[in-house]
Structures are given as C-alpha cells and as structure tokens.
Nanobody, 124 residues
Framework: VQLQASGGGLVQAGDSLRLSCAAS????????MGWFRQTPGKEREFVAT????????YYADSVKGRFTISRDNSKNTAYLQMNSLLPEDTAVYYC??????????????????WGQGTLVTVSS
C-alpha cells in the first residue's frame, strides 16, 4: 500500500485547508486511516482517525471542533478538512493506514502504512 498525501500549503490564521490521502497499490479493506503531525524536535502526534465505514472517528483535543476527517472508499482516499487554523497547527502532516481488520487506535504503532507528509504552515 502506498499513501500519497497532498493539500498542504501556507495560509493565514483563521483560514481553511483540506488535506487528501490517496491509497494505491494493494489497498486494504475494513481498515482505519488517520492523520498525524510533527514539528521539528517533537514527537509525531495524533490528529484524527476514521474507521472503514466512517462511523467511528476520533480527534485530538487540540483539533476537536475545527478539523473533520472523512473518507471516500470508492476513491481509496481519506481527507482532513482543517478550519479555523491556528499558528500552532503548523506542522508536517502525515496520513497513515492500518491493515485490514485492525482495531481502531490513536497510537502511531497501530498504523502499518505511512505517507510522505505534507507541510502546513499557518502564519499569524
């Protein structure tokens, strides 16, 4: 499975961005997909995750109410809609996917596949 993240960029505080994560190759079914982010000198942190059918979603407290994760299984793509962006949201955002049949988790160790990252910069 290959994951390709896109949609990052430079925006101002209060703006919105939508990240996309397209899966290709031997795609997994009945898995969950998530987003993590990382800034220099810090550990990668959980942002959001979504179950295969979209009924289960979890968010980090820092983004709850501002970010929305979704997925389109017909396109093997997950999305992260980011609204009301703050300077502290600046980071490299990574998408990730689990193997089939896994139990949804917010822990990075639960994800087998990772994208290359897309940079989001929010200016104040």
């Amino acid at each position: 499975v290959q994951l390709q993240a896109s949609g990052g960029g430079l925006v101002q505080a209060g703006d919105s961005l939508r990240l996309s994560c397209a899966a290709s190759g031997r795609t997994e079914r009945h898995n969950y997909m998530g987003w993590f982010r990382q800034t220099p000198g810090k550990e990668r942190e959980f942002v959001a995750t979504i179950g295969f059918w979209g009924g289960s979603t979890y968010y980090a407290d820092s983004v709850k109410g501002r970010f929305t994760i979704s997925r389109d299984n017909s396109k093997n793509t997950a999305y992260l809609q980011m609204n009301s962006l703050l300077p502290e949201d600046t980071a490299v955002y990574y998408c990730a996917a689990s193997v089939s049949g896994s139990t949804i988790t917010t822990r990075s160790s639960g994800y087998a596949y990772w994208g290359q990252g897309t940079l989001v910069t929010v200016s104040s």
